[in-house]
């Protein structure tokens, strides 16, 4: 089909159709539409002798009509809309990544805050309780000092429990709940 709209296309504008402004792609249509004879008669050809050793050169070829797919290039010049939204998509990637940067630095400062607290309680939990408790010695404040420890207890989870909160993959009541042991000021 595709070998058919080529030589039609090439009967009806002769001349103008290798010295027109799109001379490049209907060379190229004319490339990829004898590649695929080319692949057709070598596959019927394998299918006749039995011998169907030719895979190989046969995926070559595939792969060789696959830049057919260059033909698209030249649609968004008759979608004026589309280019607009393309070009308004792409122009607005540098803002996104601006933000995106602005949002870590905001995490990272928060995690950093966050990690501080939870650290200095623990250091005071110890100090308290010479030697320092051990997770089964904690008692009543086994499960708030796990959740403490499993949310804030380095830089990283501290910024991906953040993360979690922002984006809904975590309910804010379990970030503050646990960051209720520490103070009520760490909550607001």
Not at 13 to 32: C, E, I, K, M, T
Not at 46 to 60: F, H, K, W
Not at 62 to 91: C, E, G, K, Q
Not at 130 to 140: A, R, V
Request: with cysteine.
């Amino acid at each position: 089909i595709f070998f058919v709209e080529v030589v039609v296309r090439l009967l009806a504008g002769s001349r103008a159709f290798f010295f027109s402004a799109h001379w490049g792609f209907n060379f190229l249509d004319v490339v990829v539409s004898c590649v695929s004879i080319v692949e057709a008669t070598m596959y019927f050809m394998a299918i006749e002798n039995g011998d169907i050793s030719n895979v190989t050169l046969v995926r070559i070829v595939r792969i060789m009509r696959m830049t057919r797919i260059l033909r698209l290039v030249r649609l968004p010049r008759f979608f004026r809309s589309l280019r607009v939204v393309v070009a308004s998509v792409l122009n607005t990637c540098r803002s996104l990544f601006w933000t995106l940067v602005v949002l870590l630095i905001i995490l990272f400062i928060f995690g950093v805050l966050f990690t501080q607290a939870v650290t200095e309680y623990f250091i005071q939990l110890c100090e308290e309780q010479k030697p320092c408790p051990d997770w089964g010695e904690l008692g009543d404040k086994k499960q708030e000092t796990f959740f403490l420890h499993r949310y804030f207890g380095n830089l990283i989870e501290s910024i991906f429990t953040l993360f979690k909160a922002i984006t809904g993959g975590m309910s804010w009541n379990e970030m503050t709940d646990a960051l209720g042991m520490i103070g009520d000021s760490w909550v607001i």
